[in-house]
Structures are given as C-alpha cells and as structure tokens.
C-alpha cells in the first residue's frame, strides 16, 4: 500500500497567519494519462465527519474558501491556509486516490496561537 | 441537497455480525460509486469497501476480505455492509461516503455523519 506522512503532526498559529502542512507520499501518485495528481485534503472537526477540500492536489471543491489552497506532485504537497480563521480549527489529512486502499496521512492538528 | 445517513451500529460481541445501512437522498443515487470508511478513535479514516453504480463491481480492503460484503438496492436509494466475524478491531464509526459521478476512484466528495460500531465483550 501507498503510505503517506504528513508533518508536522500538530501547529499553533496566530489568527490571520499563514498554517502550512506538508505531505509526502511513498511513491509517485501522478497519472501519467492525464497529468493529474491523485491527491486530496480533508478538514474534520470533532464531532463530523472528513470534509473535502482539495482534490488533483490543487483543486478547490465547491464551496471551499480560497484562503484554502493545494500544491505540489509526484510525491511532495502542501495545504496551504493563506489567513488562519477561528473556523479554520481542525485536524487537517491528506489523501492518495490513486490505488485502492486510498490511504490516508496520520493528520495534522491545526490550533490557534 | 445531498444526504447521506447511516444507521444500524452499535455494541456486538467479539465474532458478532452487524448490518449497516446508509440512506441517500438529494441525488441520482444509481449515478454513483459508493463506499464504506471507518475510522478508529483518534485515528486518521480507513477505505473499506467500493460498489459501482448496479453492483457488479465490488472492492475490499485486505483487511475485512471475506468477512464484510457491501452491496445495495438503487431502488431505495439504499446502500448496505453486512460484517460478519467482528473484531475487536473493527471498532469505529464508519461511515458511507460518495464518490465524483461515474468515478470509481478512491475519492470521497460527500460523508454522513457516521454510525459508531464497538465490538466488545
């Protein structure tokens, strides 16, 4: 199975700052077919279930704020929360879709400063 | 809009059987890939199982091959896992999620709100 790590495992940041978590995947997870990274992240807050933020690395869902953004490929992505909200408090997993299990990073706990 | 809401967990003993169920609304339930996530306390979620659109097409994690089986009945909107033999291991809140029309990528963009599941004697 593909394993992803993500780093760091938890983060404090000051209202209105710059949270960047990192995510890094055991082998390729670009397709070469169609240039895509099968690559996704969720928001969960406690209580709920995963939300679904990014997909194809760097691709917005649908309502998703645009002080969320994705980057990277291959094997090295970023989510990146551009101006931290009060909102934004969660625990944040990156996701390969490119094979079944779809296996899923060990999260990263995103708080307030 | 979309819905989707589990129901049947709760407390079963070590080599026990349960049956979800996960009712859709809100879409062209037959339109969709299904699946089947479970998630441990303080763990990070965990695929289960996969349908295509009329269940001719079903995947498995290693980890409950044999014991679970998904399936469903588009006539109610309906999807379903039967877990048989349970573990102390399969303790979770699983939920069913939907997958992007017509994919059967591992890709999950709507979840319900989850049915805890606890084996335990």
């Known amino acids: 199975d593909i394993v992803m790590t993500q780093s760091p495992d938890s983060l404090a940041v000051s209202l209105g700052e710059r949270a960047t978590i990192n995510c890094k995947s055991s082998q390729n997870i670009l397709y070469s077919s169609n240039n895509k990274n099968s690559l996704a992240w969720y928001q969960q807050k406690p209580g709920q279930p995963p939300r679904l933020l990014i997909y194809g690395a760097s691709a917005r869902e649908s309502g998703v704020p645009d002080r969320f953004g994705g980057s990277g490929s291959g094997t090295d992505f970023t989510l990146t929360i551009s101006s931290l909200q009060a909102e934004d408090v969660a625990v944040y997993y990156c996701?390969?879709?490119?094979?079944?299990?779809?296996?899923f990073g060990q999260g990263t706990k995103v708080e307030i400063k | 809009e979309v819905q989707l809401v589990e129901s049947g967990g709760g407390l079963v003993q070590p080599g026990g059987s349960l049956r979800l169920s996960c009712a859709v609304s809100g879409l062209t339930f037959r339109n969709y890939w299904m699946h089947w996530v479970r998630q441990a306390p303080g763990k990070g979620p965990v695929w289960v199982a996969r349908?295509?659109?009329?269940?001719?097409?079903?995947t498995y994690a290693d980890s409950v091959k044999g014991r679970f089986t998904i399936s469903r009945d588009n006539a109610k909107n309906t999807l379903y896992v039967q877990m048989n033999s349970l573990r102390a291991e399969d303790t979770a809140v699983y939920y069913c999620?939907?997958?992007?029309?017509?994919?059967?990528?591992?890709?999950?963009?709507?979840w319900g709100q989850g049915t805890q599941v606890t084996v335990s004697s």
């Open positions: 999620a939907k997958g992007q029309v017509g994919s059967s990528m591992v890709l999950f963009d709507r």
């Open positions: 349908i295509n659109s009329d269940g001719s097409s079903i």
């Open positions: 996701q390969q879709y490119y094979d079944t299990p779809g296996t």
